[in-house]
């Protein structure tokens, strides 16, 4: 019997957590052998027939109108992150959905806050099923949601092998013998950033670079904070490229991720990918991702914050027993477990019917 999988990949195309995960566990679930399944994409309109010939394609922006050409029954929908647009089938259609975070408790107020609660609400209440990217999120659901009964599985993101991968020195760094910190994420203030500019006056002989998607309004802040207190030794680069990535991972003496909100914190694994040493807050889900594998901030004064980098470098070494097990733990975290933990899962919803 073939049986209809529709998975929503809306975000592969976005520069954030969720267009991560689609690109990298798109193509791992469009090669895998599956005979009995016959996959349904939806994806952003420029992208249909990506995966090849044998996987329907649903464009992004027309979602209805091609569900309804397609014209067949969806045995199984899953709804890869909480903020989709659209979910069809009917009452025999499996509805699985995966929660990324509820950060929207702590970012938003009001009518604004009571928006994102309710729609998770009704999200979660109309789906069978129930998956999430860590412990830290499964906590925070049932303790702010009543499921009842409903299933409630934690699949953890897989990091992508970046470490073979093409290196390019970015233009803004002024040498390779430079030694300097990295660190990356959307430039919020949920991402804690700010933090790290007054304590790099402990730090003379080094620079800062803060990379990644600066078009939020905070950004604006953050510059201020840079030409008060920068020094003219950090750097706020705006986006990079994956090649800028992984050369500033390889080079870069420490990874700084002070977050304060992370439903579960691909970077910081990422960076033990290339025994780069990581400097992690203890907010959210991170202790549970990074385990031992991390340095932690307990106190935020840029004395204190110095004083912790500059122990955890002291000890720290690329070919150190440490800096090894960091990058053994990390590659636990990978897209093929990833999409083979779904894929069962597939088959379980499907064969449960």
């Known amino acids: 019997m073939m049986h209809h999988v529709l998975v929503d990949f809306s975000h592969l195309a976005d520069l954030n957590g969720f267009g991560e995960i689609a690109r990298n566990y798109a193509p791992l679930l ?13 994806v952003p309109d ?35 992150d909480q903020q989709f647009h659209l979910r069809g089938g009917d009452r025999k259609t499996i509805q699985l959905l995966t929660v990324h975070d509820l950060n929207f408790l702590r970012e938003k107020s009001g009518l604004h806050r009571w ?35 409903k299933p409630l599985d934690v699949i953890y ?10 290196q390019q020195r ?12 990295f660190a990356i994420g959307q430039i919020r203030e949920k991402k804690n950033f700010q933090t790290l500019v007054p304590m790099m006056h402990h730090f003379p002989h080094h620079r800062l670079y803060i990379c990644g998607d600066d078009h939020f309004a905070f950004a604006q802040q953050l510059r201020q904070l840079i030409d008060e207190q920068g020094e003219g030794r950090v750097v706020l680069t705006g986006k990079i490229k994956d090649e800028e990535k992984r050369w500033l991972y390889a080079h870069a003496q420490a990874f700084l991720f002070p977050s304060r909100l992370e439903g579960f914190g691909i970077p910081v694994l990422e960076a033990m990918r ?14 549970e991702v990074c385990d031992r594998h991390a340095t932690y901030w307990d106190d935020y004064s840029p004395e204190a914050m110095a004083a912790t980098v500059c ?27 990833y999409a083979q933990q779904y894929i069962g899962l597939y088959r379980q919803l499907l064969d449960a019917q």
């Open 30 to 42: 469009a090669k895998a052998d599956l005979p009995d399944i016959h996959l349904i994409f939806i």
């Open 46 to 80: 420029d992208l249909v027939g990506s995966f090849g010939s044998h996987i329907s394609y649903i464009r992004r922006n027309h979602k209805r109108e091609d569900l309804r050409r397609l014209g067949m029954h969806i045995d199984l929908w899953h709804a890869t």
């Open 115 to 149: 928006r994102h609660i309710v729609q998770l609400w009704w999200r979660m209440r109309r789906s069978d099923h129930l998956t999430c990217i860590s412990r830290y999120v499964k906590d925070d659901i049932l303790a702010h949601y009543r499921i009842g009964d």
């Open 157 to 166: 993101n897989g990091i992508a092998a970046h470490e073979d991968g093409q």
């Open 170 to 181: 970015p233009s803004f760094v002024g040498h390779e013998e430079e030694p300097f910190f």
């Open 274 to 287: 290339f025994r780069c040493k990581v400097f992690s807050s203890r907010y959210s889900c991170l202790p």
């Open 311 to 337: 122990q955890g470098l002291s000890t720290w070494r690329k070919d150190s027993e440490a800096a090894i097990a960091a990058q053994r733990y990390s590659e636990g975290f990978s897209y093929e477990r």
